[in-house]
């Protein structure tokens, strides 16, 4: 096992954190210039997840490795495992793959966490998995647009869709979707490598938890996919709520349902934004 230790600026961690799916972090410091944190990897995944880190710095002009160290194997497995702790985002409880959930309450999803301290749910994930109950019914058709885990498509079904079909561009993302499909046994959710572009057919509910920027480049697109309503989530501050309303607007649609969350208690003003649409003929 080693431990790789980089910083970047804190304005960019939680984008940084959303790319680099499939991995969590120990952050070892923090305040308002820069993040210090650690990822934790198994030999045999290294270089690809230095690959994948690298890339993102490169994408976002910013990052830096600080040091990568060996750490010892010896009881790492019961260490990591207690540092990770079921999220309750009602009416769902998010649980790693090894717990098992004895309460009735909750809807149980279960979901692989790679080796890594500090894995949990981005305020984007959250807002989307606390709309879903309100939107969707049972027996309708889902599409989950840049699925990666496979958590959003996975509440859908336990929600009743009779069918979800879960997309993204990253085949290590579809296979985390494959798996995690797996563990919470859910059958009726298809999870593919592909774009938006790439859907012929349309969908009662399309879910799309995605970057202002890929919004830019694929919103007219997304917007073709859906019958009944259209979840989006990743709006992040002011600027970016002005920008996707304007992208709503000129696409002949509405807003039927709004949620905000800051990233942390300490930041207010760094607010998430998350909108349910529909078509403004209906």
Known sequence: MKKITYKLPTELFEIFAVELNGYGFEILERNENETTFAIYVE?????ALKDAV?????????????????I????????WKENIKPIE??????????EIYEGDKLIPIKIRIGMAFGTGLHATTQMVLKLLPKYISKGDTVLDV?????????ASAKLGAKRVKGIDIDETAIEECKVNCWENEEKNIECVKASPKDIKEKFDIVLANLEMKIFRETFKDITKLFKKYLIISGIFKPTEKEEILKLIK??????????????????????????VLKHNYD
């Open 43 to 47: 030999e045999d995944e290294e270089e």
């Open 54 to 70: 690298n890339e993102i710095f490169k994408d976002l002009g910013a990052g830096e490795l600080l040091e990568e160290k060996f």
């Open 72 to 79: 010892p194997e010896e009881n790492w497995t019961d260490k």
């Open 89 to 98: 985002v009602p009416p769902f409880i998010i649980l790693p793959e090894w």
């Open 146 to 154: 840049g699925t990666g885990t496979g958590i959003l498509a996975i």
């Open 250 to 275: 000129e696409s002949n649609l509405k807003v039927v349902d709004e949620l905000s969350k800051p990233e942390d208690e300490d930041k207010p003003k760094d607010i998430w934004f998350a909108f």
